[in-house]
């Protein structure tokens, strides 16, 4: 126990190093083997709670691990791998730097015992995740980092004020199942579901993901909405509201990709869209419903990190990031490994057998069924259903074949492609490896579950059905598929009403507050002015307020009747003795009174002492 | 290549649908499970329902051009 150290401080640690490391071969080596190192602790970490830390009278748990955790962590670990061989060519250091405190950090909120421990990691992880996509420097880059960390801070917000209220109710900063009902858990719930990207507050990541950096968005799909579904599976098991939610968000995200040209924006939705699978799950609250949540995270984070490089690469190599500038360039002649690397992604979330997604997916929705649920259940096989059609078959379509829509042009010559660095391929290599070794032998992760697992995915029915499921889907893509290429378009969701709003909340700032600030800073500036000029003598402060109410009557008078023509220069003579007062100096000679005076004075307070004193009495 | 993978799709669908006309599921939670190729119609008319109702959807406000935000 004392040879490990928490796995959130091996990143963490490694971020601080990294810069440090001047040679580049040396720092891609120490790139990959924090990763490696993390790994091996999390093999030696045994289960328990430790790594507890008393901080003003609270216990700081930075090591709570149980099977759930364990498995979380594992993934983690793994996709943090794969995205430092994936962003190896790299050579900003930053970019590693911020990577290495988002790993960290969302491996303390994995591990963290109590609430407080996880708040500080749930606020790092908001703050280290915005420089990935600001390392893309471009306008709408920067835009929607700031709108990414504004919605986050709402969220960390939400969050501490429900912790602070859970914790003053209950007294207790154990960070477990908490009853669902009343203010504090509606907050804390409320910040968890923001960085689960449910709808409506799902549009910070359509939003800013498609918009950073090529290797940065690897990292940002496996971390935020997956560390935010391992804490739900903690806290609100059961939670109804979450089930609907869950299956909503499932189809929400489906209708959003249809839609969708910008290719890693097609593919946020459908992370959206997956993780309403888990949420979905959560609320289900069974243990075969848990297990396929965790198991789909899982599986997830390898396929999601899988697609994104996949097109990711796209736009390493071309620089465009549209269907409307890709289709109809057969890049597939181009870049063959990288578009079957994509496939194996694209065949994993859409749960054909032998892949990942079809092992984790269908107990997720065998569990809805289990429960009898209709409704849900038809929501999930719909939403599988999109997920296939676009990230399966639209998307690679569009991509790497794709046909010019008639009657429109494309720009003359060719796109420069070829494959991705090797790096690159490497990454996907090992992430399509993994995808395809969990689905062929699923014991390997239904291992790791936080519950025994009853689930058999390879029964013939479950096996043909899915592929009836996929085959038709395939036939009507065929069919529609002149309907399905992109479009020139981008679409509003839940952030217009803070990016159209905004900009009149932002008008508002600028004109009318401003210069309310600016009215009252004048009349302050003002008020202390006076008072800083008539503290200069405070002994002649009645002095001046008769002068200076002796002159406004006569000037009133003046101006109401214009009597007393003459008296114009007794008024400038008035004025100007009224500044010569306020101008005249504290000098203590001029005000020195006899030492009897001061006796009198004190003999007098004296009497009326006395005198209160004795009427009191009485 | 095209006209290959047509023909490898509609050979597929019809070994899946006939292998699920003969198999029925023993135990089943819903009643539709019960039809026949259920999950054949299902898929075939899902996607259809949601191409034509996402673009239906985008069409009538939704979709906005590129610089709507700028």
Known sequence: ?618 | MGRRLKYILFISCGVSILIGLFFRPEHVHFWWEKIPVFDAIFGFLGCIVIVLGSKALGHRGIQKDEDYYD
């Not at chain 1, 509003?492 to 009252?520: A, E, S």
Request: hydrophobic share 50%; with cysteine.
């Open chain 1, 1 to 618: 126990m004392i040879d490990i150290v928490p796995p959130a401080f091996i990143f963490i640690l490694g971020a601080i190093l990294l810069p440090v490391v001047r040679e580049r071969r040396l720092r891609q080596v120490f790139q990959l083997l924090i990763p490696v190192i993390a790994f091996i602790d999390l093999l030696y970490m045994p289960e328990g709670t430790y790594w507890i830390y008393n901080f003003l009278g609270y216990d700081l748990i930075l090591g709570r691990v149980d099977k759930l955790s364990m498995c979380f962590g594992y993934v983690f670990v793994i996709v943090a791998f794969l995205g430092m061989v994936y962003a190896l060519h790299v050579r900003e250091v930053g970019q590693h730097v911020a990577a290495f405190l988002y790993i960290g950090s969302t491996l303390g909120v994995t591990f963290a015992g109590d609430i407080f421990t996880l708040f500080v990691f749930w606020e790092i992880m908001a703050v280290s995740s915005v420089f990935l996509i600001w390392y893309q420097r471009d306008k709408p880059a920067l835009d929607a980092g700031f709108r990414y960390i504004m919605v986050h801070i709402f969220g960390g917000c939400a969050l501490l004020a429900g912790i602070i209220i859970h914790v003053s109710n209950t007294g207790s900063t154990h960070f477990g199942f908490i009853e669902y009902g009343g203010l504090a858990s509606q907050l804390i719930l409320l910040g968890f579901i923001i960085n689960a990207a449910v709808p409506p507050f799902h549009a910070w990541l359509s939003d800013s993901y498609p918009e950073a950096t090529v290797t940065g968005s690897i990292f940002l799909t496996a971390f935020t909405t997956k560390s935010a579904v391992y804490v739900l599976l903690r806290t609100f098991p059961g939670v109804e509201l979450l089930v609907w939610l869950g299956a909503i968000m499932a189809v929400y995200g489906v209708v959003y990709a249809v839609l969708e040209n910008d290719i890693r924006r097609l593919l946020a939705y459908h992370i959206i869209s997956q993780v309403g699978y888990m949420v979905c799950g959560v609320g289900l609250g069974t243990e075969m419903s848990m297990n396929g949540t965790t198991a789909h995270a899982f599986c997830h984070i390898l396929y999601k990190a899988l697609l994104f490089m996949g097109v990711a690469a796209v736009i390493h190599v071309t620089g465009r990031r549209k269907l409307t500038e890709l289709q109809g360039r057969n890049l597939y002649k181009k870049m063959p490994i990288c578009l079957s690397l994509y496939m194996i992604g694209g065949f994993s979330i859409s749960a054909v057998p032998l892949f990942n997604g079809f092992i984790s997916k269908t107990m997720v929705v065998a569990a809805a069924g289990e429960l009898h649920r209709p409704i849900i259940h038809l929501l999930l096989h719909l939403a599988s259903i999109g997920t296939f059609l676009h990230t399966g078959l639209k998307l690679p379509y569009g991509t790497w074949f794709g046909r010019v829509p008639e009657g429109e042009k494309i720009e003359e010559g060719e796109i420069e492609a070829k494959e991705p660095p090797l790096n690159m391929l490497i990454a996907m290599g090992m992430a399509a490896f993994l995808c395809i070794l969990i689905g062929v032998y699923p014991k390997i992760l239904y291992s790791i579950l936080p519950y025994p697992v009853h689930y058999h995915p390879y029964t013939l029915n479950h096996i043909v059905s899915m592929m009836q499921l996929l085959l038709l889907t395939a036939v009507a893509f065929w069919l529609y598929i002149d309907k399905l290429g992109g479009e020139p378009t981008i679409s509003v969701d839940t952030d217009w009403f803070y990016r159209k709003p905004g900009v009149l909340i932002l008008w508002l700032c600028t004109h009318p507050l401003q210069d309310l600030r600016f009215r009252l800073q004048g009349f302050v500036t003002k008020i202390v002015a006076n008072v800083s000029s008539l503290s200069k003598n405070p002994i002649l402060l009645p002095e001046i307020a008769i002068r200076y109410i002796h002159l406004r009557i006569i000037n009133r008078l003046y101006h109401a009747f214009e009597l007393y023509e003459d008296k114009l220069d007794e008024l400038k003579e008035l004025e100007s003795r009224l500044v010569a007062v306020r101008e005249m100096r504290y000098d203590e000679n001029v005000y020195r009174r006899p030492i009897g005076f001061g006796v009198l004075v004190a003999v007098i307070l004296l009497f009326l002492y006395g005198l209160i004193y004795f009427i009191k009495l009485r």
